[in-house]
């Protein structure tokens, strides 16, 4: 299956800034699905498993050959044991996480995946986490033990057919760059480095995804909230609330976008979407209206005096791939 140009992305659905509705959210899934997404990624970081259950219920009740559905290993969760708060989950399942990236860990992971979500198989999996950003001066070692154990166990099982799709899902353009030189990897999520705001993925990794045939999967393209809610004193970037740098960056970037009619958001997706690497724009929602607003930004036409307007103020590279129409 080709994936819809905007995924659907189960982070939100682990209950991460707030305890959400159960049936509210169900319904968000069942409105992406119905709404043509047919690319569903998750993990069982979110939540500790519950924004896998939650995906799980709506799967039962569509052909499972109509999505695509992607989730990670790296951690398998714990039931028994204290629940430790540590990965910033407002709620979520009362199970732990351990981060293992062994071929054993991979692959106890994937079956309790498997279990939560109700199905026999997983379209695309993704090593999680390997970088700076989650493990410090660590990384290193956990890069040795992903590649050495848990990229083993995805070759494995991707040779088998039980799974059809390999990556890695990182926060770090870098780390996507360094995976897709030492494995064989056919997808790569990409979070954060390539939006309106930073485009630290343009020459190193997109390039180099394009060259291997890797197919990239973008998340966080509104930079944890200020490419959508604009540079108010209250705005995420990076999880944190927004330095003045930040701010004042995007402030300029409203202004142009202001000038030609165009909502902030609308500019961010749809230049995220216009690189021809990316196969799909991985976007959370919490509610089916979410899910409605998200689809008609990207619906709606941006001028070309938008993009032309950006590469004049320096705002973006001026070899940065824009829509042509």
């Known amino acids: 299956m080709k994936p819809s140009l905007i995924g659907f992305g189960g982070a939100p659905l682990g209950d991460l800034y707030q305890h959400l509705d159960e ?3 169900q319904a968000t899934v069942a ?4 709404a043509g997404i047919n690319l569903v990624d998750t993990s069982p970081l979110y939540g500790h498993g519950l924004s896998e259950h939650r995906i799980g219920t709506v799967l039962r009740s569509v052909p499972r050959d109509s999505v695509i559905v992607s989730t990670k290993v790296g951690r398998w969760m714990k039931p028994g044991e204290p629940k430790m708060n540590s990965s910033g989950y407002r709620g979520g399942l009362p199970h732990p996480a351990v981060i293992d990236y062994s071929y054993d860990g991979a692959m106890r992971s994937l079956e309790q995946s498997l279990l939560r979500l109700g199905t026999d198989h997983i379209d695309i999996l993704l090593i999680h986490d390997v970088d700076v950003w989650t493990h410090g001066d660590q990384m290193e070692r956990r890069f040795t033990e992903a590649m050495g154990g848990a990229y083993r166990a995805l070759e494995k099982l991707r040779a088998s057919g039980a799974v059809k799709a390999i990556g890695v899902g990182v926060n770090e353009a870098d780390m996507c760059e360094r995976f897709a ?4 990897f056919d997808v790569m999520m990409l979070a954060g480095r390539y939006s309106l705001l930073e485009q630290g993925a343009l020459d190193g990794f997109l390039p180099l995804a394009l060259e291997k045939n890797i197919a ?3 998340a966080g393209v509104f930079n944890s909230g200020i490419l959508a809610t604009g540079a108010r004193p209250s705005a995420y970037y990076n999880y944190q609330p ?3 740098e930040i701010l004042a960056k995007v402030a300029r970037i409203e202004t142009v976008c202001a000038a030609h009619d165009v909502a902030l958001p609308q500019a961010a997706l749809t230049f995220a979407a216009a690189h021809p690497a990316v196969a799909t724009v991985v976007l959370g929602a919490v509610t089916p209206d979410e899910v409605a ?3 008609d930004l990207l619906a709606r036409p941006v001028p070309a005096a938008l993009w032309r307007d950006l590469k004049v103020e320096k705002l973006i ?3 940065a791939p824009v829509p042509t129409c």
């Open 31 to 34: 409105a992406a699905l119905k």
């Open 242 to 244: 927004a330095p003045p």
């Open 181 to 184: 030189r030492t494995g064989d």
């Open 293 to 295: 607003r998200n689809l």
């Open 317 to 319: 590279p001026a070899h």
């Open 216 to 218: 990239v999967m973008l």
């Open 23 to 25: 049936g509210i959210a």
